[in-house]
């Protein structure tokens, strides 16, 4: 029987781990010294220790609701190391425990508390929606097929280290974009149960780099993505379900 090199796992979930990043948007000015808080304005800690203390308990509820098998107890962390790129993301620790990361900078970027609800929600929903073990298996079968294929041909076991790699990243990517619209529709519910406004918090797709239509991107055009908040929330609004 033909074997294929095994693709260490630990790869696997190297690649996959975090479901997605924010980019960062467009920098704010200065606000000026008599600017009030308010929308349009920088974010500050307090801004998200603020939707923080509202969204958490939210998501854990319609984490319940739908996924009751995951564990619903989300762990926020900020990092505010310096240096560190915008960004937000997901993960589970060893045992299954979601946690949610945004970095300092991305919260001076953002625009609003609505913003970041919007930010939350969506990471919150890629938990509920169980993507990162679903990614995986998609990479696992990806690397399989790979591995099978290099097999098959002869390739040596560098090649077909690469090909299995390659190969488990496409795998993965392929599902890519239906999870982050996925993510988008579940976390607009989150934030909107939450109490914020979910078309204000997808501003931030007018402003954030536009990854366009790309052949196994990892994200859909940002207007697509704007499309799916709009649809969600008027059904959200409407009583329907998303």
Do not use: W
Not at 24 to 29: E, I, R, S, V, Y
């Amino acid at each position: 029987m033909l074997r294929p090199a095994r693709l260490p796992l630990a790869l696997i979930a190297a690649l996959f781990t975090a479901a997605c990043t924010i980019a960062a948007p467009a920098p704010l000015p200065a606000p000026s010294a008599t600017q009030q808080p308010a929308e349009g304005r920088a974010s500050t800690r307090a801004d998200f220790n603020a939707v923080v203390a509202r969204m958490q308990p939210v998501a854990t509820q319609v984490c319940r609701e739908r996924s009751p098998q995951l564990n619903c107890t989300f762990t926020v962390v900020l990092d505010d190391r310096p240096n560190q790129p915008p960004n937000a993301f997901h993960t589970r620790d060893e045992q299954g425990r979601p946690i949610i990361a945004f970095t300092e900078t991305l919260i001076s970027e953002l625009r609003s508390r609505d913003e970041i609800a919007l930010i939350f929600g969506h990471e919150a929903a890629h938990h509920i929606a169980d993507h990162i073990p679903r990614i995986q298996r998609e990479a696992r079968t990806g690397a399989l097929l790979g591995g099978l294929a290099a097999a098959l041909v002869g390739a040596d076991p560098n090649v077909t280290q690469q090909i299995m790699s390659a190969s488990a990243t496409l795998g993965a990517r392929r599902y890519s974009k239906p999870f982050e619209l996925e993510a988008d529709r579940i976390g607009a519910l989150i934030a909107e149960r939450g109490g914020f406004d979910a078309l204000r918090g997808a501003q931030i797709f007018r402003r954030i780099p536009d990854p366009g239509n790309q052949f196994l991107g990892t994200h859909p055009p940002n207007a697509e993505r704007l499309r799916e908040v709009e649809r969600a929330v008027a059904r959200i609004r409407a009583g329907q379900s998303v």
